[in-house]
């Protein structure tokens, strides 16, 4: 493994580990509540989009990473739109 690939392997792991507290506590407590819609829909948006663009480019860091993160990020986002409320409504 080169030195490119194995900072590739390191930032994608330390990324998609950052994300996996905040996906974990969501799962486990089902609280939406401080998740925005939109913010979210735009972020999952862009991970589907880098995982394509590893794809087009070969690069196992970023497919592997990408990979993990959207199905995190798909899970949230379906999350909010079961249980989140819209605000002042209950």
């Keep these: 493994m080169s030195a490119t690939e194995l900072i590739g392997f390191m930032a994608a792991l330390l990324t998609t580990l950052s994300f996996a507290p905040q996906a974990w506590l969501t799962f486990r407590s089902r609280d939406v509540s401080?998740?925005?819609?939109?913010?979210?829909?735009?972020?999952?948006?862009?991970?589907?989009?880098?995982?394509?663009?590893?794809?087009?480019?070969?690069?196992w860091p970023l497919v592997i990473a990408n990979a993990v993160t959207l199905l995190l990020a798909l899970a949230i986002l379906t999350m909010k739109l079961l249980y989140g409320r819209s605000p002042g409504g209950r």
């Design 34 to 59: 401080g998740i925005s819609l939109g913010m979210y829909s735009v972020f999952t948006v862009g991970v589907a989009l880098w995982l394509t663009y590893g794809l087009l480019l070969g690069a």
